[in-house]
């Protein structure tokens, strides 16, 4: 499980004490994110949009967002949305460089 940051995702902040594991016992069911936790911390798009539609069900959907964001977190699928440096983005750039516009001679 490769970890951007170097943090792996159990470890990051929503993951200790005010994060899923303790909404889930809150709410007394498995959260979609303690499932597979590598898809909501991706670098693939269709990891993310993966992540999102498992968020789209879940009763803590809006604390976890907010939680995100009062924290600042620096990525991740958080409350169905994608977080970047604490600020929700519609997308995420793949990685590497962009590919160049082809121009007509």
């Not at 899923?20 to 990891?47: K, T």
């Not at 993310?48 to 879940?58: D, E, L, N, T, V």
Request: charged letters at 20%; proline letters at 8%.
């Amino acid at each position: 499980m490769a970890a951007q940051h170097g943090i792996a995702p159990q470890r990051r902040a929503g993951y200790r004490a005010g994060g899923p594991a303790q909404w889930a016992s809150a709410v007394g069911q498995r959260l979609p994110c303690g499932e597979a936790p590598e898809l909501f911390f991706a670098d693939d798009p269709g990891a993310i949009a993966r992540a999102k539609s498992m968020c789209a069900g879940c009763q803590v959907r809006a604390a976890c967002l907010d939680g995100a964001l009062q924290r600042g977190e620096p990525w991740g699928v958080w409350g169905g949305e994608l977080v970047l440096d604490g600020v929700v983005v519609g997308s995420k750039r793949r990685r590497g460089r962009p590919r160049k516009p082809v121009i007509a001679a």
